[in-house]
């Protein structure tokens, strides 16, 4: 060992004595490491096979529940009515105040019919889309409101101006509808008569319609201002009344 | 001994150094910044905790609310430490492995302040309000592609180095750690794009987010994990991988199972109703890829129990291994669909399985490796055994908290939701102790990692000891072991180098 040190092998690229001390001196941490070893052949233990098939059993009964691919048969129960859970009485829906309950009903008619046009704030386009803001039939009397909603309109509106044509709205329309729409756009986007367009007067507005002369055709302004310019025949509803929100029929309160 | 066996080991020595030399400046970027950004999870931790129990804490200054903490905690805890802890330990191992020099550090080095800008502002995007709220995904949608682009960056050089190794056998540790490198850019890409770019119905949506996340943890960080693991165990005791074919065994068997969960949170949801059964399967199922690993690599640590008591990156390696043990039994008894899973779906279970996921197993095995990989590439030995066994033993104390209570308080939290004749307050009731010591326990967790993070600081600077012998966490047996902060009496004294490998 010494006479090499002395005489380095001229042949190897490294000097065992330098590259040594370097090595403890620079590479300490490296040169103390092991190397790693791999191949051992240690059996499984009998205890891991044991826990792994439990474990399999578990998940094939978790799969198994799973049903078929789509089955929504277990979470969608077809014919389904609402029914009170065990031990519980029937309360039924919670009771709205009735301007509250038709209002909610209109909500959903005017997205589905009107929002289209006159647009979610009611205002129109002012070009083809008259405003339901403050018009004048729309806050006046409900007849002539129902006549232009069920039949549609052409030729000027209540500014004098004419608009595009409106087409009727009466088709398959429900006298709740109807009332819905009604009570909606005359106490939303900043009109507020504070009354409520009840079912049967929708009712006494759909005969009124049907027993035009000229039913069938829109109705023109000269129309509605000779024969409907008067309120709907029908009891008015105290706006405060409490009502069933499905059915709008009176509710007593919880 | 031969001089020929000297030089050839001393080359092998002086190779691996210059492996280490040539990484030193991104692997300790990568470490120190995610320690930063760990302890910074851990404070926004913390508030979200307290918030949970005593809701007008903070609550004057919107970007403190919860609704912003929390998303801004957890996404933290996962970009800003998690991946930058797996980059560092990736690259460090994939560089080895390959026994191929690192030519790209200063390219790694800017890709990784791209990523942390890349957090930075998504995370400041979180606390002003731009978060998306989707759960592991809430940074602003500007953020995905500028952290795909940073990751691509910085793990690609590993791939080259993987091509052009000169060696043709391909370790444990190789299989987990490309697998992982291509995965994660898998579920990343994909999830983005169905959310952000391609937006479907928001009930799959909500779906494909819940798979992202399992996947995030099951196909990268449990890979990351174990590839890890399994190089420090026999790397530490010198004892060979107990069993290869275990080894094998478990690794696909993770490939096959783990994309398939994830949906069982959805489950009740109008998705295809086999979506939430087969991930309440599949996250069953992983028992079988994750304790086979688990104890393969707890029997080849074990085979060697004097090694095992006094090394630091041991011992940090097994207690996450224990955490992946709890971690995939709690997978089973917390995703039976029949019983435990509608307590779980939406209690504080899921965030306590998560922790337990990021901090009880990854973290662990993670610092175990930090503790490993640093005095190489720094060339300097860890200052204090005192600061490894507090940072040891109150992140032990901090994550069984945090994980049990998060597990258990959310099944009581589950009852109390499930029983809808009560009113809700009672299930908020249930949860409250749970809450309060889930915000202690994460203090021990911020009170541990500040001692880690200062260290860690240190070794950066270069301010460990200049010594040959590791600093154990046991005093070796002679006359050198009174100290409590390992051999100081043999700085810079280039004794021999063969104290057992730490």
């Not at chain 1, 792994?52 to 094939?60: E, K, N, R, Y």
């Not at chain 1, 979470?75 to 709205?96: F, I, L, N, Q, S």
């Amino acid at each position: 060992m010494s006479k090499q040190n002395e005489n380095p092998d001229l042949d190897e690229s490294i000097n065992v004595s330098e590259a040594h001390s370097s090595v403890v001196r620079e590479a300490a941490a490296c040169a103390r490491e092991k190397r790693i070893v791999e191949n051992g052949i240690a059996p499984v233990s009998l205890w891991a096979v044991v826990a792994c098939g439990v474990v399999l059993l578990i998940a094939g009964g978790i799969l198994g529940a799973g049903g078929n691919l789509f089955a929504y048969g277990s979470t969608y129960r077809e014919g389904y009515v609402r029914t009170a859970p065990p031990g519980m009485a029937d309360t039924g829906p919670v009771p709205k105040e009735a301007l509250a309950a038709y209002m909610a009903k209109g909500a959903k008619i005017y997205s589905a019919k009107c929002n289209g046009c006159h647009g979610s704030d009611a205002k129109g386009n002012g070009s083809t889309f008259p405003t339901l803001v403050g018009s004048k039939w729309v806050l006046g009397e409900t007849e002539r409101f129902a006549m232009v909603i069920l039949n549609g309109l052409q030729g000027p509106a209540s500014t004098g101006n004419t608009y595009g044509v409106m087409p009727p709205q009466g088709i398959g329309m429900t006298p709740e509808d109807l009332a819905g729409i009604m009570t909606y756009v005359r106490n939303n986007f900043g009109n507020s008569v504070g009354d409520v367009v009840t079912t049967d007067m929708a009712k006494a507005a759909i005969e009124t319609s049907a027993a035009r002369k000229s039913a069938g055709n829109m109705v023109t302004a000269a129309e509605l201002e000779a024969g409907h310019v008067k309120a709907l025949a029908g009891e008015a509803l105290d706006p405060k009344a409490l009502l069933d929100p499905i059915t709008l029929a009176p509710a007593k309160a919880p | 001994m031969s001089s020929a066996n000297t030089t050839t080991s001393d080359q092998d020595a002086l190779l691996r150094a210059g492996i280490d030399r040539s990484l030193r400046h991104p692997v300790m970027f990568f470490l120190t910044s995610g320690a930063a950004w760990l302890a910074v999870s851990i404070v926004l931790g913390i508030l979200a905790s307290a918030k949970v129990h005593s809701p007008e804490f903070l609550a004057g200054c919107s970007w403190l609310t919860y609704g912003r903490v929390f998303p801004a905690h957890i996404n933290a805890l996962i970009y800003g430490w998690g991946f930058q802890a797996a980059f560092g330990v990736l690259i460090w191992m994939m560089a080895r492995l390959s026994r191929k020099e690192c030519t790209a550090a200063g390219m790694i080095l800017a890709a990784g302040h791209i990523w942390n800008l890349g957090v930075s502002l998504g995370l400041v995007g979180i606390l002003a309000g731009f978060g998306t709220g989707m759960p592991w995904m809430e940074f602003p949608a500007f953020a995905w592609p500028v952290l795909l682009f940073s990751y691509i960056a910085i793990l690609v050089w590993s791939f080259i180095q993987f091509r052009v190794r000169p060696a043709g056998h391909v370790y444990i540790s190789q299989w987990y750690f490309l697998a992982a490198m291509i995965w994660f850019p898998w579920i990343y890409i994909t999830a983005n794009t169905l959310l952000h770019c391609l937006p479907g119905h928001p009930v799959m949506a909500n779906g494909i987010n819940a798979w992202f996340k399992s996947g995030v943890i099951f196909l990268f960080f449990t890979p990351v994990a174990l590839g890890t693991a399994y190089y420090l165990a026999p790397k530490v005791t010198g004892q060979p991988v107990h069993s290869y074919s275990l080894a094998r065994v478990g690794f696909w068997s993770l490939a096959l199972i783990a994309p398939w969960a994830g949906m069982q949170k959805l489950l009740g949801a109008p998705i295809p109703y086999f979506l939430p059964y087969v991930g309440a399967a599949a996250t069953v199922l992983l028992f079988v890829p994750l304790i086979t690993a688990a104890l393969n690599i707890l029997r080849t640590s074990m085979s060697s129990p004097e090694t095992l008591a006094a090394s630091p990156s041991l011992r940090f390696m097994i207690a996450g291994i224990t955490g992946l043990v709890v971690l995939v039994v709690a997978g089973v008894v917390l995703n039976l669909p029949g019983s435990t899973l509608p307590l779980t779906q939406f209690s504080m279970s899921g965030y306590g399985f998560e922790i337990l996921a990021i901090y009880g197993f990854f973290s662990f095995v993670m610092f175990g490796a930090v503790y490993f990989i640093v005095p190489r590439v720094t060339r300097r030995e860890w200052l204090s055994r005192r600061l490894m066994k507090i940072h040891f033993l109150f992140s032990v104390y901090g994550i069984l908290t945090v994980a049990l209570i998060a597990l258990f308080g959310g099944l009581q939290q589950g009852i109390g939701q499930e029983d809808w004749q009560q009113p809700w307050q009672s299930a908020a009731t249930r949860a409250y102790p749970y809450a309060v010591a889930t915000t202690i326990a994460w203090c021990f967790i911020l009170f541990s990692n500040i001692f880690f993070f200062l260290h860690l600081a240190l070794m950066w600077l270069r301010l460990g000891r200049r010594s040959s012998h590791p600093t154990l966490l046991v005093a070796a047996h002679d006359h050198h072991s009174a100290s409590p902060h390992g051999e100081e009496g043999d700085i810079d004294n280039a004794g021999p180098g063969h104290m057992p490998a730490h």
